[in-house]
């Protein structure tokens, strides 16, 4: 059976291989391959339909979508058509994930759009609730546990959803595989908004279902919590089948879900985790996925986050330290002399997996003796390790949100993180304590860098410009401005005299350190098409610059002509983080392809592919000496690789 995509077709039914519509003539094969089958879904936006991939072999089914609406608003047309568009573009930016329908397609043909994506088999949760009746609380517990690392994946690429609700959530008919159990899916990116900049603070328009959608939201200011209103909405819709307008009490002012319970009691322990999904002020209630999974799992050893500090002065944090662990001061020397080894091995193996972390692990750091691991995350903590047995030393908390990143001073005595609460925090290392604060962006830290002298510290944020720091006097020196989108990374030249920034303008950057000017800009924005640049960093000889970019490709450029060397490929997809190793003669990349991998660099060429992370890469780093690689990753886990 073939389908007929003209909207205006009165018979659209063809037999099965038919090229053209019998009735009106219109093609029936989408870019030579796409066949419809038949229409599964209308709405005021456009018209979905089964499909499948004729130019596989295989013939997998997918999932048509075809902009069509029939409103005579013009205004109201362009908006429909743009939501349209945005489902493709928030699709891109999210890549593969097995909760996420996979963007295979997104064309324009005899002047209609169309978006083709995974075919999803399986029913909503609406459909569910319809057939099998109230969920229990096991069954809520497990929605929670399946569906938050999802949002946590979204939220961690800046984008907020919008419409989460029962219809836009599909239960598999089957896990996709062993390896992969998870069976809901995230589905409708048409509302979904993408976070940064000034973003959060624009009204927008009102998008979303009425019944479901935060009270900030409606006014035009979705933020990431809203997503999290919205799913304590599903939660208790689910567990009354009563429509959300009527849970709400609107003379008390309050939620009443609890009344409508029928033989099918909740613990308060998950009533309060649900009351605090639904409080209408957003201060109030969860800030992030990876909080409400840890008030699922109270028994769990994961730590309790403390009140932020907003403060710029010494704020003292006590935190109990282990009988069990060493002072970190025993056997560690300053300032030693690595003698680091050649790196040009592809024997390499994973000999500690790092547990601890609730969230991603976002950014790593190791200190100057190779002696102390720091790692940040999406759970708002800070842990330092022991290396190279990996054994946990401490968590610092003070941050409100993510840590983005992490880095030593050169003596290891400071650790400063950076964060999307728009702070930098000085952390002494021996006493295990905040030292001060600094304040300056308005926006999301994403990167921090410093350099070898230990004087200057250099900032990175979303809103597109760069601060740099006296790291001893705490204050701002200057702020770097040329960028004209998000700062992703910035790395300083082992000279002290460059820093290096890329960002999602499509542009890296060079800067004289000491004046803030702007020495040169590879790439352009007419190449975005490639990806963005997602990360940096220089050779130890100051010689070459790699950066990772969006395409899953490593760009190298040579400093001193400032030209193009080379492009490394092999990763399918955006390189998140990329590192040399101390001798310069290995550069190692970590992609959202879940993968490491090992470049001998004057040969360009990948000699090892390192394989075990279930998430993708987020940071890398040598130890001093070469000898001992470290990685974070999305999956929360942090692997200590060593060669032979």
Known sequence: MSYCLNPHCDRPHNPTGTRFCRNCGAKLLLKERYRALKLIGQGGFGRTFLAVDEDKPSQPQCVIKQFFTQSPDQNHEKKAAALFEQEAVRLDQLGKHPQIPELL?????????????????????????????????????DLLKNLLPALEFIHTHNVIHRDIKPENIIRRSSPTSPANPSQLVLVDFGAAKYAIGTALLKTGTTIGTPEYIAPEQGKGKAVFASDLYSLGVTCIHLLTRISPLELFDIGEDAWV???????????????????????????????????????????????????????????????????????????????????????????????????????SVESIAISPDGQILASGSTDRTIKLWQLPDGQEISTLKSHQERIAAVVFSPDGQTLVSGSYDQTIKLWQVEQRRERCTLIGHTKWITSLAMSQDGETLASGSSE?????????????????????????????????????????????????????????????????????FCSVAFSPDRQMLATGRGDGTINLWHLGTRRELGILKGHTERVRTVAFSPDGQVLVSGSMDKTIKIWQVQERQAIATLKGHTWEVYAVAFSPDGQMLVSGSMDKTIKIWQWD
């Open 105 to 141: 397609a997104h064309f324009t043909q005899e002047n209609r759009q169309y978006l083709v994506q995974e075919f999803i088999d399986g029913q909503n949760l609406a459909q569910v609730l319809a057939v099998e009746g109230v969920f229990a609380e096991y069954q809520i517990r």
């Open 257 to 359: 879900w609890r009344r409508f319970l029928v033989h099918n009691p909740v613990s308060d322990e998950l009533g309060r985790i649900l009351d605090k999904l639904l409080k209408s002020a957003t201060n109030r209630r969860y800030q992030s996925a990876a909080e409400v999974l840890q008030d699922l799992n109270p028994a769990s050893p994961y730590p309790v986050l403390l009140p932020p500090s907003n403060m710029v002065g010494a704020i003292a944090l006590t935190i109990p330290k282990s009988t069990a662990l060493a002072p970190l001061s025993q056997n560690r020397t300053t300032n030693p002399s690595p003698t680091p080894k050649s790196q040009i091995s592809a024997n390499w193996k994973a000999v500690h997996t790092l547990k601890g972390h609730w969230g």
């Open 464 to 532: 597109g410009t760069i601060k740099l720091w006296h790291l001893q006097q705490g204050r701002e020196l200057r702020t770097l401005k040329g960028h004209t989108n998000y700062v992703s990374a910035i790395a300083i030249a082992p000279d002290g005299q460059t820093l290096a920034s890329v960002s999602g303008d499509g542009t890296v950057k060079l800067w004289h350190l000491s004046t803030g000017m702007e020495l040169h800009t590879f790439g352009s924005s007419f190449l975005l098409h490639r990806g963005s």
